[in-house]
């Protein structure tokens, strides 16, 4: 069974820095290309970060560029997101996901966690 679960969530104020995880199972994780998406209340889910499945490619959502790093150790089957400078509007649910290709969809999907920024 493919697990995905994130931790690493909080309340934090505008400025602060937070470090999630997502921690795989259940499949051959280096084989995969993760992402970090969230969802703010009211508004849809949108992309914040990709990397490729040796780690040498990234991309990232215009918002958080220059703020955020996605990183993953697959000797640990998990892939992080440093966020730093954070801002209020950075507040919402962040998941994880993962898929085979950068053509593919997202196949997997880990429950969340929640990062909340105060101003």
């Known amino acids: 069974q493919v697990q995905l679960v994130e931790s690493g969530g909080g309340l934090v104020q505008a400025g602060d820095s937070l470090r999630l995880s997502c921690a795989a199972s259940g499949l051959t994780f280096s084989s995969y290309f993760p992402a970090w998406f969230r969802q703010a209340p009211g508004k849809e889910r949108e992309f914040v970060a990709g990397i490729s499945w040796s780690g040498g490619s990234t991309n990232y959502a215009d918002s958080v560029k220059g703020r955020f790093t996605i990183s993953r150790d697959n000797a640990k089957n998990t892939v992080y997101l440093q966020m730093n400078s954070l801002k209020p509007e950075d507040t919402a649910v962040y998941s994880c996901?993962?898929?085979?290709?950068?053509?593919?969809?997202?196949?997997?999907w880990g429950q969340g966690t929640q990062v909340t920024v105060s101003s």
């Open positions: 996901a993962a898929r085979r290709s950068v053509f593919a969809k997202f196949d997997y």
